[in-house]
């Protein structure tokens, strides 16, 4: 029995290692969308040198650095939202999910009509190295934020789009 208790604990664990690959962007779209990391080389990347992580009580945390990512809203432009008016874009917004269940929450206007879209990341590189072979893989980041590490989606994996009812 212990034998068992062992290798079932060892098994949760191998799975709770094994990060995503790719980003679902589900809910209420025309059609499902699966992003592979080998295609977010495909989008125009973007640099920062060093991006400190703050948390909700403006504690440091860490640095980021030598950071290489893709804009949010340039990966989500294909993306058609169920509506039938552009005018109802605005009721949308975007859950941001991590592998671990970690949300970080956006709205259609903060991505698509605000400067703010224009530095949300998803990063392809960090401190020279390839995200998808960091412990963190995909991830999220928003250097507009005060508290950065609020918005701060490491194993970045599913973008769940919901219109506010």
Known sequence: ????????????????????????????????????FSDLKNYQQHSVDSLPIYNHKMEYKSTLKKIKGVLLKDVLAKVDFKTDSPKFLSEFYLVCIADDGYKAVFSWNEIFNSANGDQVLILTELDGSDASKLKENIMLVTPTDKATGRRYVKNFSKILIQKVN
Not at 7 to 22: E, M, P, V
């Open 1 to 36: 029995m212990k034998i068992l208790s062992i290798l079932i604990l060892f098994l949760g664990l191998t799975l709770n290692a094994q990060s995503s690959k790719s980003i679902a962007v589900t809910g209420d779209v025309t059609q499902p969308v699966i992003i592979n």
